[in-house]
């Protein structure tokens, strides 16, 4: 007989099935940043038209998560889940046969509506799949692939992209695929839906797409220095969201009812999760520029320093996750944020001369932080909301984690070049040496330990009781 905290074989299995949807879904959303140089190479496209490779795949994504949860609850989770997987292989194989710039962008657009899919039902299948004594183990595992795949990404398309070409990026998805399509039709055990009489709510889907595109359109446009552009889309954006709320609360079917925001350890995680993300993507972005500015090191060796992060990850989330099992999620989110502290607070003393060593030690520590707090994070919201509602959490979580990744991008870039000030067009003009901005640097680290203290106040606000084997039933407002 089986511990109360272990998996077994088959539910090993179709936790990998389903950590590998989350995997290659955040994979893609970063996989292309280094490819886009060699994209409009090789299309003969300006680096605009380039970056709506990026961006189309990520507006895509993050405004189709609810509507994918919605999916599920009313089709079934596993005929989405793998029509999804299906939709996101045959979506690669386009993007990688693509003739032109205009063909890969849509392209990107039918493989990040697989993506979506596959993401946003990753937590709910653990949840119906999984006994409850090892649904934090389960958890932590699909957790540490989630920020495994952002975290990889960049490193696996400059790989890809330097041995063989920027096609090869897309075509290493599609073996994945169906290998993964394979496994889940054979392992995956088929619930039946919570809602089949359900429908899908088309105009709220229209105006999360419109709030959250628009958002993501004007932090890419601030970002570029294009700020009234950008202040129009945010404040697009801002009616947008007002009128998906208005809409919600009135609607018989909602994408997900927000009721569930009432109670306080749901809105307040979410919120944890969103600047977790913000950090860990914001650090992730920087970095390259310290090792390779700074310090003049190849792209190829600061991508060896920097995978020190999501190492730190596969370590800890899984752990994390079977001790959350085992003594409730609240100690060990603290703690992870506690050490994700401490390494940031580590990263603002470097300088010009700090060891690489310590810098890798350094990321390592940040990773095995992020990690303990992001997967017992993903367990506390899913306990606290009622069945009905778990689909539709499962996609919220994946859309504050992939709207953390938008706004720790383009959050980070704009307080380093702030930060910067004027000395980045000396430094670029070689009147001063790369050395002068260590304190930019700095100063970008400082604001991340700014966002995880917040986090970090959040989540000791959170007022829980014990529950069953260690689970905390957090109390509402």
């Excluded at 089986?2 to 389903?18: K, P």
């Excluded at 992730?284 to 310090?295: A, G, K, T």
């Excluded at 190829?300 to 920097?306: H, K, Q, R, T, Y």
């Excluded at 000030?421 to 070689?430: D, R, W, Y």
Aim: proline letters at 4%; a neutral charge.
């Amino acid at each position: 007989m089986r511990g109360s905290s272990n998996l077994s074989r088959h539910d090993l299995l179709i936790v990998f099935v389903i950590a590998l949807g989350s995997f290659m879904a955040g994979l893609d959303g970063t996989i292309v940043n280094i490819a886009l140089p060699s994209i409009a190479g090789a299309f003969d496209a300006s680096a605009v038209a380039a970056s709506w490779v990026l961006t189309a795949y990520l507006i895509v994504l993050v405004s189709l998560l609810l509507a994918a949860s919605r999916l599920g609850d009313i089709a079934g989770y596993k005929k989405v889940f793998i029509s999804g997987f299906c939709i996101f292989t045959i979506g690669s194989a386009c993007c990688a046969l693509s003739p032109s710039i205009e063909l890969l962008i849509l392209s990107r657009l039918l493989q990040a509506a697989g993506g979506a899919t596959i993401a946003a039902l990753g937590s709910v299948m653990v949840i119906t799949s999984v006994p409850a004594s090892s649904r934090g183990a389960a958890l932590g595992i699909v957790a540490m692939f989630t920020m495994m795949g952002a975290a990889l990404g960049p490193v696996a398309g400059g790989y890809l992209t330097s041995l063989f070409s920027w096609n090869a990026i897309f075509f290493v998805n599609i073996p994945i695929g169906i290998a993964a399509v394979l496994l889940g039709i054979k392992i995956i055990p088929a619930v039946h839906p919570p809602l089949p009489e359900g429908r899908l709510d088309l105009f709220g889907v229209l105006l999360i797409f419109l709030a959250l595109s628009t958002l993501i359109g004007a932090l890419t446009s601030i970002q570029n220095a294009h700020s009234i552009t950008g202040f129009l889309l945010l404040l697009i954006s801002a009616i947008s969201w007002l009128a998906f709320i208005i809409h919600e609360r009135r609607s018989s079917e909602p994408l997900i009812d927000l009721s569930v925001f009432r109670n306080r350890s749901f809105s307040l995680q979410n919120i944890c999760i969103l600047l977790l993300q913000m950090v860990m993507a914001g650090v992730l972005v920087i970095m390259p520029f310290y090792l390779e500015l700074v310090r003049g090191i190849s792209t190829d060796n600061a991508g060896l320093i920097i995978i020190s992060l999501p190492l730190g990850m596969i370590v800890s989330a899984p752990i994390a996750g079977k001790i959350a099992d085992a003594i409730g999620t609240r100690r060990p989110i603290i703690g992870g944020f506690a050490l994700s502290l401490l390494s940031l607070f580590l990263l603002t003393r470097i300088g010009a001369e700090t060891g690489l060593l310590d810098i890798w030690i350094s990321l390592f520590i940040l990773g095995i932080g992020t990690g303990s707090a992001y997967a017992p994070l993903n367990s506390a919201i899913m306990s606290v909301v009622p069945d009905k509602d778990r689909s539709a959490s499962s996609g919220l979580i994946k859309m504050m984690t992939n709207l953390g990744n938008s706004l720790g991008v383009a959050g980070v870039m704009l307080v380093a070049t702030l930060a910067a000030g004027p000395k980045i067009a000396e430094v670029a003009a070689k009147e001063l040496p790369p050395a002068a901005l260590v304190g930019a640097f700095q100063v970008t680290f400082f604001c991340c330990i700014i966002l995880l203290l917040i986090g970090m106040l959040l989540m000791i606000g959170v007022q829980s009781s014990r529950g069953v084997k260690g689970d905390e039933v957090p109390i509402g407002f």
